[in-house]
């Protein structure tokens, strides 16, 4: 904090958070004693899927800006064009009434849709209905802190992969992963072997794009 107020003081600045979720006032308060001196005219700018997150930072309802979620027609638009990239007009037809039903489940939320589309890009049809009857679309988003199309998205995962994707979590938020140094740490711990290098650098752009 003395950093950010020592490179701030006496500047106009605009702050970005981005995807927060701390609800815990006193953080916040930490952070608006460290900009305290800034210039007239500074503004704070957070983005957050959790209303209360704003409320806590003191913020008006009048100085919140709520996203609408997409409509049914750019949610379909956003799947097709990731679920259905490369496919021929007969698999779209086939795979429609499916992926409009997957599309509803999404509720106008755009990461899911976009999730959801990634990854059926090459699912069969009986795997396209699988996700539709999955049981995750039921999980409560509030209690387990995450939508059910992630959920989907990691599940669908080899139990090895899931492994390596989980050990990720050891990074700090927007860290610049290496790539080859990640399968190296991967190796370390034992969840991959020495051998076929080339093979776990598609893995890792794979699961990279979960």
């Known amino acids: ?3 950010i107020s020592k490179r701030a003081s006496g ?9 927060v979720w701390i609800e815990d006032l006193s953080n916040w308060e930490q952070l608006k004693a460290s900009l305290k001196n800034n210039s007239t005219g500074s503004r704070i700018l957070v983005t957050t899927r959790n209303e209360r997150v ?3 930072m003191g913020s008006k309802s009048e100085d ?4 609408e979620r997409l409509s049914d027609d750019k949610c ?12 021929t007009k ?3 037809e086939n795979l429609e009434g499916i992926g409009r039903k997957i599309v509803e489940r999404c509720n106008g939320l755009p990461l899911a849709v976009k999730t959801v589309g990634g990854l059926l890009r090459f699912k069969a049809k009986e795997q396209w209905q699988s996700i539709l ?10 209690e387990k802190g995450v939508s059910p199309s992630l959920l989907l998205s990691y599940y669908d995962l080899s139990p090895v992969l899931r492994q390596c994707f989980s050990y990720c979590a050891i990074f700090p938020k927007d860290y610049k992963i290496e790539r080859d140094k990640l399968i190296k740490l991967w190796m370390a711990q034992g969840f991959v072997k020495e051998t076929g290098i080339k093979e776990w ?3 890792v752009k794979n699961i990279l794009t979960r």
């Open 1 to 3: 904090m003395r950093k």
């Open 11 to 19: 500047k106009k600045i605009l702050l970005v958070l981005d995807d």
């Open 54 to 56: 704003g409320q806590a």
């Open 64 to 67: 919140m800006f709520i996203l």
């Open 76 to 87: 379909w638009s956003l799947f097709c064009h990731l679920a259905f990239f490369e496919r």
């Open 90 to 92: 007969q698999e779209r």
């Open 133 to 142: 009857d999955s049981k995750m679309w039921e999980i409560e988003e509030v």
């Open 201 to 203: 650098r598609l893995w």
